[in-house]
């Protein structure tokens, strides 16, 4: 291991309080191109069993301070040439552990536009402001002393001009100072407000902005989905916004420390305010807000990726033939029947406003296609569909009715556009494509899935206003994740699901499936090594997680890695058995002694996972199955009404709360303070995406497009101990009064307002 590489490897160590020889072991084997998930999976003996994010935290944080490395050495470099590094501050540049630190501390030596300091220096002035920084000089003799610098030929007609050049000269010394700039960052960070009103000519607009109108919250609590709500209504015209800062506090204190043992108090004091006013103020409050932004994007990209792996690893229907609706009304219902490998057996398009043809063509199809379940596309006409469609079943007399489930759509236009659906479907027509892309997603929700941008898929918060690299990065992190924790089927995987396996990649992928259709199919993993350009260390990396049904091995189908088909054979010889023997015999299994075959490289916890494997060979993770129903009675929000009770599922998690689909076609929100009978922190601790759940209406607006809902039981009070009758759920949105106002000088806060209790007032 080189030595950036080993002082990486003890930092990272002790920011994520991990063992450092862990975390070496880990940066060595990712430095030898192994994946991540090959890494949590087959080399646990060398990370000391660390998890998948565990794992990925030390390869974001090993990242960082790999680039604040390189930084740090172009900086000291840029120093250096300009022949002013010190001792001093080379001592600073190696301790700085953050890049705003590094470039706090690179600002004074940074090449910059002609600014006033640099116009005083070229007209002579900063002998008179080093008197005033450094000498035992008062106000009085400072101005005495400024006489000595008046030229007309040099631009300084004044006394006044003098010290006001020599004062432009040390508001940018203090301005760059990285000690005071921090100071300033962090008394802001702590004691600044963010900000927000409507912008002029908006003020009675209703807008779902209109919370902001008048809004005022700490800057170091305000969480992420507010932050990029008002980023939001400022991209869209109708807020305007700033970071608030302590100003008062900040001159005083900036003063105090600028005129600390110094005598001229007067022209320092002058410097201080100048140097926050001109200089630090705008470029503090940038900072801050591109703090606020990377935070909000950090919290909202690890909600998305939270959901969208819950709904990547959604309960699969199975190898079940299905028939894939597709709503609407104009254009009509576009149908898909499908066989149990996906394959499409019919298509059509009916019209909901024909039902007696509707019936009769559903009939027809499920009876010749032998159809066990029938998915509907949760979009327009959704519940209007999935009336008829349940009538009809409940009406033809067929001994075994398909179950109807409803299934969101959400990504299925964007799939049946792509590329790769022409390729997959070829001579299908666009529209139909939808319709096939329901029905597989719920034969296999990750199959499908994997060939839609995440970012279509719906289940993100602001998702489009975030840091787009990070949210890419991070959501095809969660994708290839959730693909080899499941495992994949070579011989009927798309090239998409293919392409998310751990070493394979787009080009292999399609290598493969070429390589497949030309062969008929893989006989063995072991044959894979045939496939053009997929070598040794692909192989390595992808066989584990790769499934051969009814392979040449019986090991070919489970997750157990051909690295270890010897060892398992060691392990059915000792107890008289083949391998195929051995597998799913829990006697047997349960009978080896796993202290007998740790070795050198071979540790207990791959032996388990083994024995594990060994159980349940190619036991798929995922939930079982199980479809929601809606209310027939209830399909539209204006159905709805306070105190109704519903079963509905879960479509995203977001901060503040979980949105539930109950079949109105608008997701109601159930807040986190409505989520449980119990105080609940985060949403995730008791829902997940695709989560089953009953809800009761609390509030239903209109007029907004909003739903209350409420998961807490029926003789639960719904509002917070304490509260008053006017409160509602929905987070605070104005700033909160510093204590509750005493009995005697009570007087009703207007709506929107913050409880002392931080609950909102309506």
Request: net charge neutral; aromatic share 4%; no cysteine.
């Amino acid at each position: 291991m080189d030595s950036q590489l080993a002082q990486i490897a003890v930092a990272v160590a002790h920011e994520l309080a991990l063992n450092v020889r862990q975390v070496a072991s880990t940066l060595e084997l990712f430095a030898e191109g192994n994946t991540l998930p090959f890494v949590a999976r087959y080399r646990k003996e060398a990370t000391g069993g660390l998890d998948e994010t565990q794992l990925r935290a030390i390869q974001e944080r090993s990242e960082y301070l790999r680039e604040l490395g390189d930084r740090r050495a172009a900086i000291r470099k840029s120093i250096e040439e300009q022949n002013r590094m010190t001792p001093e501050l080379g001592a600073r540049l190696d301790a700085v552990t953050t890049k705003q630190a590094l470039e706090d501390l690179y600002l004074p030596f940074k090449p910059k536009r002609r600014t006033r300091a640099i116009i005083a220096r070229e007209r002579g002035l900063e002998p008179l402001a080093d008197m005033i920084w450094t000498e035992a000089m008062d106000d009085a003799a400072v101005t005495a002393h400024a006489v000595e610098f008046v030229s007309a030929e040099r631009e300084v007609p004044t006394t006044d001009d003098a010290l006001a050049g020599a004062r432009d000269i040390l508001s940018e010394r203090v301005a760059e100072d990285a000690d005071l700039r921090g100071w300033v960052r962090d008394l802001t960070r702590r004691k600044g407000s963010v900000t927000a009103r409507a912008v002029t000519g908006k003020e009675t607009d209703v807008s779902k902005f209109q919370d902001y109108y008048d809004f005022s919250e700490p800057l170091g609590g305000i969480p992420s989905h507010r932050v990029l709500a008002i980023r939001r209504g400022e991209a869209e015209g109708i807020l305007a916004w700033t970071v608030a800062a302590p100003v008062e506090e900040i001159h005083a204190g900036l003063s105090a420390r600028v005129m600390a043992g110094r005598r001229a108090t007067g022209q320092l004091d002058l410097v201080a305010r100048d140097a926050y006013k001109r200089l630090l103020a705008f470029s503090i409050e940038v900072e801050l807000r591109l703090e606020l932004k990377t935070r909000a994007d950090e919290e909202a990209i690890t909600i998305f990726g939270r959901n969208l792996e819950q709904l990547l690893l959604a309960a699969p229907a199975g190898e079940r033939i299905v028939i894939g609706l597709d709503p609407g009304f104009r254009t009509g219902v576009k149908v898909a029947a499908v066989s149990r490998t996906g394959s499409v057996l019919h298509t059509d398009a009916w019209m909901l406003h024909q039902p007696d043809r509707f019936t009769a063509s559903l009939v027809r199809l499920v009876t010749s296609s032998g159809a066990e379940l029938i998915a509907i596309g949760n979009g327009t006409a959704s519940r209007e569909t999935e009336a008829l469609v349940r009538e009809t079943m409940k009406d033809a007399g067929i001994a075994r009715p398909p179950q109807v489930v409803v299934v969101s759509e959400a990504g299925a236009s964007v799939y049946s556009a792509s590329e790769l659906a022409r390729d997959e479907l070829p001579g299908l027509d666009v529209s139909l494509r939808g319709a096939v892309s329901i029905a597989r997603r719920l034969q296999d929700p990750l199959a499908e899935l994997v060939k839609i941008d995440p970012k279509s898929i719906g289940v993100g918060q602001y998702q489009h206003d975030v840091d787009q690299r990070r949210l890419k990065k991070r959501l095809d992190d969660i994708v290839v994740s959730a693909v080899n924790r499941v495992g994949v089927e070579v011989n009927t995987a798309s090239v998409a699901l293919l392409a998310s396996v751990s070493g394979i990649g787009p080009v292999l992928a399609e290598n493969i499936v070429k390589t497949r259709d030309e062969r008929g199919g893989f006989a063995s993993r072991r044959a894979l090594l045939e496939v053009p350009r997929l070598g040794a260390k692909a192989f390595e990396q992808a066989a584990g997680f790769l499934r051969v049904r009814g392979g040449a091995h019986p090991l070919d189908a489970s997750a157990v890695h051909p690295e270890r088909y010897a060892l398992v054979e060691r392990m059915a010889k000792d107890v008289g058995a083949s391998i195929a023997e051995l597998i799913a015999d829990e006697t047997r299994v349960a009978s080896l002694d796993l202290a007998t075959y740790v070795s050198d490289d071979v540790g207990l916890p791959t032996l388990k996972d083994i024995l594990v494997e060994l159980g349940k060979p190619g036991r798929d993770p995922r939930a079982a199955f199980e479809a929601v129903v809606f209310r027939d009675d209830v399909t539209q929000p204006k159905d709805l009404h306070e105190g109704m009770e519903l079963d509905g599922v879960v479509t995203n998690i977001v901060a503040f709360g979980a949105f539930v689909d109950v079949g109105v076609h608008q997701d109601g929100l159930v807040h986190v303070s409505q989520l449980a009978d119990r105080y609940v922190s985060d949403p995730n601790q008791v829902v997940t995406v695709g989560q089953r759940v009953k809800v009761r209406v609390m509030a239903v607006d209109l007029p907004r497009n909003r739903i209350a809902l409420t998961m807490k039981s029926a003789t639960a009070d719904t509002r917070p101990k304490g509260a008053p009758d006017r409160w509602r759920p929905g987070g605070g949105t104005r700033a909160a009064p510093t204590a509750p106002p005493k009995p005697e000088s009570f007087t009703v806060p207007k709506p929107g307002a913050i409880a002392p209790n931080g609950m909102r007032f309506r």
